[in-house]
Nanobody, 118 residues
Framework: QVQLVESGGGLVQAGGSLRLSCAASGRTFSSYVMGWFRQAPGKEREFVASISWSGGSTYYADSVKGRFTISGNNAKNTVYLQMNSLKPEDTAVYYC???????????WGQGTQVTVSS
């Protein structure tokens, strides 16, 4: 079982930055992919970004490309989401998730609120 704990959310003005962290425990993560998702009020949860622990491959939703950066620290089993040039439409609860390389997203954190004011 993988445990994920997010931190770093908060309130920021449009154009500002935040960095989210996701601390993972319970497994050896070399064969895992870590991801960030978000869910705004009244909307479905959507993919934001992901990173492969083994090769470092990253993927981003079109809506965040060029503004968000996902990275990982293997020694700390922690994944980060650096969010720059934030927009009000980025307001959501952000969730960290984990899956095996060929699996589905089966482990989730509790979520952290990000609010961007205009």
């Amino acid at each position: 079982q993988v445990q994920l704990v997010e931190s770093g959310g908060g309130l920021v003005q449009a154009g500002g930055s935040l960095r989210l962290s996701c601390a993972a425990s319970g497994r050896t993560f070399s064969s895992y992919v870590m991801g960030w998702f978000r869910q705004a009020p009244g909307k479905e949860r959507e993919f934001v970004a992901s990173i492969s622990w083994s090769g470092g491959s990253t993927y981003y939703a079109d809506s965040v490309k060029g503004r968000f950066t996902i990275s990982g620290n293997n020694a700390k089993n922690t994944v980060y989401l650096q969010m720059n040039s934030l927009k009000p439409e980025d307001t959501a609860v952000y969730y960290c998730a984990a899956r095996r390389l060929m699996g589905s997203w089966g482990s989730w954190g509790q979520g952290t609120q990000v609010t961007v004011s205009s």
